[in-house]
């Protein structure tokens, strides 16, 4: 998924959130199309792209998951 950025180097950008539902019903609400989804053993994720192509991830843990 390469981004339209000059920037070659630049993957991409991850956030968290502590209610990824809550945050997914919102893009839903916003008509911001989530373009994956992941379950992992610590939580789950969305992806999305911003207005540039770039790939932003957010990652809800399980309660108690400490990043690192």
């Given amino acids: 998924r390469a981004g339209?950025?000059?920037?070659?180097?630049?993957?991409?950008?991850g956030f968290t959130t502590r209610?990824?539902?809550?945050?997914?019903a919102?893009?839903?609400?916003?008509g911001?199309?989530?373009?994956?989804?992941?379950?992992r053993e610590e939580g789950e994720a969305v992806y999305l792209q911003?207005?540039?192509g770039h790939e932003i991830e957010v990652?809800?843990?399980?309660p108690g998951y400490v990043y690192g």
């Fill in 4 to 13: 339209r950025s000059d920037d070659a180097d630049f993957y991409h950008m």
């Fill in 32 to 39: 911001i199309a989530v373009i994956e989804q992941a379950k």
């Fill in 59 to 62: 990652v809800g843990y399980k």
């Fill in 26 to 30: 919102r893009l839903e609400r916003e």
């Fill in 19 to 24: 209610d990824l539902g809550a945050f997914r």
């Fill in 50 to 52: 911003d207005p540039d």
